[in-house]
């Protein structure tokens, strides 16, 4: 089992920043992905960005590239991921997911993050 605990959502302004944290314990494997969805209300739940754990390997939404990173620090088994330029259609629950090298996925409890105009 592996346990997921997420913070650093909130209220931001449009044009702000925030940044997600999500650190990871339990049954980590060395070679993992770990990363970010949302789910706006009503919609279905969306990746967002995700890294690997050896190489740092990333991959991001369309909609976020360019306004967002993400990063990890290994050796605290923590992803983050930095918002900048928020825009209200970035409001939605940011759920952290860590999957391992057999595909077995776990999710975080998900974090508020809301954008007003």
Same mark, same amino acid.
């Given at each position: 089992?592996?346990?997921?605990?997420?913070?650093?959502?909130?209220?931001?302004?449009?044009?702000?920043?925030?940044?997600?944290? /999500?650190?990871?314990?339990?049954?980590?494997?060395?070679?993992?992905?770990?990363?970010?969805? *949302?789910?706006?209300?009503?919609?279905? *739940?969306?990746?967002?960005?995700?890294?690997?754990?050896?190489?740092?390997?990333?991959?991001?939404?369309?909609?976020?590239?360019?306004?967002?990173?993400?990063? *990890?620090?290994?050796?605290?088994?923590?992803?983050?991921?930095?918002?900048?330029?928020?825009?209200?259609?970035?409001?939605?629950?940011?759920? /952290? *997911?860590?999957?391992?090298?057999?595909?077995?996925?776990?999710?975080?409890?998900?974090?508020?993050?809301?954008?007003?105009?």
């Amino acid at each position: 089992q592996v346990q997921l605990v997420e913070s650093g959502g909130g209220l931001v302004q449009a044009g702000g920043s925030l940044r997600l944290s /999500c650190a990871a314990s339990g049954n980590i494997f060395s070679i993992n992905t770990m990363g970010w969805f *949302r789910q706006a209300p009503g919609k279905q *739940r969306e990746l967002v960005a995700t890294i690997t754990s050896g190489g740092g390997m990333t991959n991001y939404a369309d909609s976020v590239k360019g306004r967002f990173t993400i990063s *990890r620090d290994n050796a605290k088994n923590t992803v983050y991921l930095q918002m900048n330029s928020l825009k209200p259609e970035d409001t939605a629950v940011y759920y /952290c *997911r860590y999957m391992d090298s057999r595909s077995h996925h776990y999710w975080g409890q998900g974090t508020q993050v809301t954008v007003s105009s």
